[in-house]
């Protein structure tokens, strides 16, 4: 099956710096998404985003479908930025659900 | 529309009992999925529903796991003779259409099984 894999695993700030998460996929999607998991669990959408760049506020996202990868930036980090950001892909073929990577854990700093 | 919607948020089972999960998708939604996911994991695909018909299950999905939908709306995940490690939090997930559409989730359910 597809392989997605998120890097860092893990990444600790200083409030107002900026970050580069990063999500390789080992085949061709026709759907990307990025989620923030927040403390009780539930996913929030960030971005649906299965190729290009679209911004939300201090938020940005990039996917080169081609080269098989989707980077998030986040930039002016705040303490709420905290939680487990997880990158997830749909197959162009086969299953036809979400496949997630293993996250990566930001924890901001005051 | 009040998004996805799950029912109960937190279950606490005794081994070898059934419990039974609830989800209630955005109201347009035809397509329907269930995940687990346990501690410092990502969420693992569990099946999914396009209107009522069960299209896909995972081998995660063991003979003590049912799921339905029964009319295309709401769905429910039942677990029968729970073990401890059915601990984990269950998310459901809907989406409009085919393949290239925005999914949203539910709050999800955690089952803790002591």
């Known amino acids: 099956g597809i392989q997605v894999e998120q890097s860092p695993p893990d990444l600790i700030l200083q409030e107002g710096a900026n970050s580069t998460l990063r999500c390789n996929f080992s085949d061709s999607v026709n759907n990307l998404q990025w989620f923030h998991q927040n403390p009780w669990g539930q996913l929030i959408n960030l971005f649906y985003i299965p190729s290009g760049t679209k911004q939300n506020g201090r938020l940005s996202a990039t996917t080169v479908a081609t080269e098989r990868y989707s980077l998030l930036y986040i930039s002016s980090s705040q303490t709420t930025d905290s939680g487990v950001y997880f990158c997830a892909v749909k197959l162009d073929t086969g299953r036809r659900a979400l496949t997630f990577g293993s996250g990566t854990r930001l924890q901001v700093q005051p | 529309d009040t998004g996805v919607s799950q029912d109960p948020r937190h279950k606490i089972t005794k081994r070898g009992q059934n419990v039974t999960f609830r989800c209630d998708p955005i109201s347009e939604h035809n397509r329907l999925y269930w995940y687990r996911q346990t501690l410092g994991q990502g969420p693992e695909f569990l099946t999914y529903?396009?209107?009522?018909?069960?299209?896909?299950k995972s081998r995660l999905l063991s003979d003590r796991f049912s799921a339905e939908r029964p009319k295309g709306s709401f769905s429910t995940l039942e677990i029968q003779r729970t073990e401890q490690g059915d601990s984990a939090m269950y998310l459901c997930a809907s989406s409009l259409g085919e393949m290239n559409t925005e999914a949203f989730f539910g709050q999800g359910t955690r089952l803790t099984v002591v």
């Open positions: 529903f396009q209107n009522e018909a069960q299209l896909e």
